[in-house]
Nanobody, 126 residues
Framework: QVQLVDSGGGLVQAGDSLRLSCTAS????????TGWFRQVFGKEREFVAA????????YYADSVKGRFTISRDNTKNTVYLQMNSLKPEDTAVYYC???????????????????WGQGTQVTVSS
Protein backbone atom coordinates (compact mmCIF):
# COMPACT_ATOMS: atom_id res chain seq x y z
CA GLN A 1 0.00 0.00 0.00
CA VAL A 2 1.14 3.52 -0.83
CA GLN A 3 0.25 6.59 1.19
CA LEU A 4 0.40 9.91 -0.65
CA VAL A 5 0.51 13.40 0.84
CA ASP A 6 -0.24 16.37 -1.41
CA SER A 7 1.03 19.81 -0.55
CA GLY A 8 1.83 23.18 -2.08
CA GLY A 9 -1.61 24.53 -2.88
CA GLY A 10 -2.71 28.00 -1.98
CA LEU A 11 -4.37 31.23 -3.01
CA VAL A 12 -2.62 33.09 -5.83
CA GLN A 13 -3.38 35.65 -8.49
CA ALA A 14 -3.65 34.97 -12.19
CA GLY A 15 -0.23 34.70 -13.76
CA ASP A 16 1.44 33.43 -10.60
CA SER A 17 3.12 30.07 -10.13
CA LEU A 18 2.82 27.22 -7.67
CA ARG A 19 4.63 23.94 -7.24
CA LEU A 20 2.65 21.04 -5.89
CA SER A 21 4.43 18.15 -4.23
CA CYS A 22 3.31 14.59 -3.66
CA THR A 23 5.38 12.55 -1.25
CA ALA A 24 4.84 8.81 -1.05
CA SER A 25 5.44 6.53 1.88
CA UNK A 26 4.98 2.84 2.46
CA UNK A 27 6.56 1.89 -0.83
CA UNK A 28 9.17 3.12 -3.26
CA UNK A 29 7.30 4.41 -6.31
CA UNK A 30 10.20 4.69 -8.73
CA UNK A 31 8.78 1.84 -10.83
CA UNK A 32 5.22 3.22 -10.88
CA UNK A 33 3.72 5.69 -13.30
CA THR A 34 2.06 8.61 -11.54
CA GLY A 35 -0.30 11.42 -12.36
CA TRP A 36 -2.06 14.57 -11.27
CA PHE A 37 -5.80 15.16 -11.47
CA ARG A 38 -8.04 18.01 -10.43
CA GLN A 39 -11.67 18.28 -9.48
CA VAL A 40 -14.28 20.96 -8.92
CA PHE A 41 -17.36 20.08 -6.90
CA GLY A 42 -20.11 18.83 -9.15
CA LYS A 43 -17.77 17.92 -11.99
CA GLU A 44 -15.86 14.78 -12.87
CA ARG A 45 -12.26 14.44 -11.89
CA GLU A 46 -10.12 15.80 -14.71
CA PHE A 47 -6.78 14.52 -15.92
CA VAL A 48 -3.96 17.06 -15.69
CA ALA A 49 -0.63 15.33 -16.24
CA ALA A 50 1.09 11.96 -16.04
CA UNK A 51 4.65 10.73 -15.95
CA UNK A 52 6.05 7.29 -16.59
CA UNK A 53 8.24 5.45 -14.16
CA UNK A 54 11.75 6.79 -14.58
CA UNK A 55 10.36 10.04 -15.98
CA UNK A 56 11.06 9.16 -19.59
CA UNK A 57 7.61 10.09 -20.88
CA UNK A 58 5.16 12.81 -19.86
CA TYR A 59 1.62 13.65 -20.96
CA TYR A 60 -0.55 16.70 -20.38
CA ALA A 61 -4.11 17.80 -20.81
CA ASP A 62 -4.49 20.33 -23.60
CA SER A 63 -5.69 22.92 -21.11
CA VAL A 64 -2.38 22.92 -19.22
CA LYS A 65 0.15 22.01 -21.89
CA GLY A 66 2.93 24.56 -22.02
CA ARG A 67 2.12 25.91 -18.56
CA PHE A 68 2.41 22.88 -16.26
CA THR A 69 5.33 20.50 -15.88
CA ILE A 70 5.24 17.16 -14.12
CA SER A 71 8.46 15.71 -12.77
CA ARG A 72 9.67 13.25 -10.19
CA ASP A 73 12.59 12.85 -7.85
CA ASN A 74 12.95 9.20 -7.02
CA THR A 75 15.59 9.90 -4.38
CA LYS A 76 12.87 11.71 -2.43
CA ASN A 77 10.00 9.43 -3.48
CA THR A 78 8.22 12.57 -4.62
CA VAL A 79 6.29 13.76 -7.67
CA TYR A 80 5.94 17.44 -8.52
CA LEU A 81 3.61 19.57 -10.57
CA GLN A 82 5.07 22.94 -11.48
CA MET A 83 2.22 25.27 -12.44
CA ASN A 84 3.06 28.51 -14.22
CA SER A 85 0.87 31.22 -15.72
CA LEU A 86 -2.03 30.14 -13.56
CA LYS A 87 -5.54 31.04 -14.67
CA PRO A 88 -8.78 31.29 -12.70
CA GLU A 89 -10.03 28.19 -14.50
CA ASP A 90 -7.19 26.24 -12.87
CA THR A 91 -8.96 26.61 -9.53
CA ALA A 92 -9.66 23.13 -8.20
CA VAL A 93 -8.61 20.53 -5.69
CA TYR A 94 -5.54 18.80 -7.07
CA TYR A 95 -4.82 15.14 -6.38
CA CYS A 96 -1.72 13.10 -7.07
CA UNK A 97 -2.13 9.45 -7.93
CA UNK A 98 -0.02 6.32 -8.33
CA UNK A 99 -0.88 3.32 -10.44
CA UNK A 100 -1.67 0.13 -8.59
CA UNK A 101 0.71 -2.03 -10.63
CA UNK A 102 4.35 -1.50 -11.37
CA UNK A 103 5.81 -1.44 -14.88
CA UNK A 104 2.63 -0.08 -16.46
CA UNK A 105 2.49 3.00 -18.65
CA UNK A 106 1.23 6.48 -17.95
CA UNK A 107 -2.51 6.90 -18.32
CA UNK A 108 -5.08 9.69 -18.28
CA UNK A 109 -7.86 7.50 -16.89
CA UNK A 110 -8.52 7.95 -13.19
CA UNK A 111 -9.69 4.37 -12.71
CA UNK A 112 -6.24 3.08 -13.69
CA UNK A 113 -4.78 4.58 -10.52
CA UNK A 114 -4.91 2.74 -7.23
CA UNK A 115 -3.61 5.28 -4.74
CA TRP A 116 -4.60 8.90 -4.22
CA GLY A 117 -3.45 11.82 -2.16
CA GLN A 118 -5.81 13.73 0.08
CA GLY A 119 -5.94 16.69 -2.27
CA THR A 120 -4.60 20.22 -2.06
CA GLN A 121 -6.65 23.30 -2.90
CA VAL A 122 -5.46 25.67 -5.59
CA THR A 123 -7.37 28.93 -5.92
CA VAL A 124 -6.49 31.46 -8.61
CA SER A 125 -8.04 34.91 -8.46
CA SER A 126 -8.24 37.45 -11.27
Amino acid sequence: QVQLVDSGGGLVQAGDSLRLSCTASGRTISSYSTGWFRQVFGKEREFVAAISWGGGATYYADSVKGRFTISRDNTKNTVYLQMNSLKPEDTAVYYCAVRRSAATGATMMSYDYGYWGQGTQVTVSS
